[in-house]
Nanobody
Framework: QVQLVESGGGLVQAGGSLRLSCAAS????????MGWYRQAPGKQRELVAD???????NYADSVKGRFTISRDIGKKMVYLQMNSLKPEDTGAYYC?????????WGQGTQVTVSS
């Protein structure tokens, strides 16, 4: 069973930065994709950014130029650097990993951006 553990959420003022971390219990090279999703109250969970096995990244239009997804293969970690945060970035952020043997989610970490 794969475990994904997120950390790094918190309360920040608009314009500030946070870095989210996702620790995987096995090599992240075993995953076809890894990504970050977020869910605001009353809204559906949406893709924020993901990285495909070869390293190609993909971002939601709303975060392009502000967020950066990266990974450290040796540490089995995926990160989301979030800059120029806006109140609309508020939500629970989840790490997701897709592998041939299943789809895995972390428990989420809360990000709150105050105006």
């Amino acid at each position: 069973q794969v475990q994904l553990v997120e950390s790094g959420g918190g309360l920040v003022q608009a314009g500030g930065s946070l870095r989210l971390s996702c620790a995987a219990s096995r090599s992240i090279l075993s995953f076809v994709t890894m990504g970050w999703y977020r869910q605001a109250p009353g809204k559906q969970r949406e893709l924020v950014a993901d990285v495909i096995g070869g390293g190609t990244t993909n971002y939601a239009d709303s975060v392009k130029g502000r967020f950066t997804i990266s990974r450290d293969i040796g540490k089995k970690m995926v990160y989301l650097q979030m800059n120029s945060l806006k109140p609309e970035d508020t939500g629970a952020y989840y790490c997701k990993a897709e592998a041939l043997d299943g789809l895995y989610w972390g428990q989420g970490t809360q990000v709150t951006v105050s105006s």
